[in-house]
């Protein structure tokens, strides 16, 4: 989705148990590879999970349209 993403541990261990920080930077790649790899795992995590994550809620048909096609 044209993100490169790292955890990041923010806090040491011994201070907090939640000390975990996702961070995502958008990059300039327009060639769109690996988008349908990335929505096909997101699309298997869902299903795993039997989730759907708020943000995909709240981002509607936004992230729908960004979102590239299931291909079966």
């Known amino acids: 989705m044209g993100y ?3 955890v ?3 806090v ?3 201070h907090t148990d939640r000390n975990l920080m996702i961070r995502a930077v ?5 060639d769109g590879a690996g988008d349908a790899d990335a ?3 997101y699309r298997d ?3 795993f ?3 759907t994550p ?5 981002l509607g048909e936004a992230f729908a349209a960004a979102l590239p096609p299931d291909g079966g």
């Open 8 to 10: 990041v541990e923010f």
């Open 54 to 58: 708020y943000i995909e809620t709240l």
């Open 39 to 41: 929505a096909r795992e």
């Open 45 to 47: 995590l869902k299903a």
């Open 12 to 14: 040491s261990s011994e």
């Open 49 to 51: 999970w039997g989730v």
């Open 26 to 30: 958008r990059h300039d790649s327009d």
């Open 4 to 6: 490169r993403t790292d």
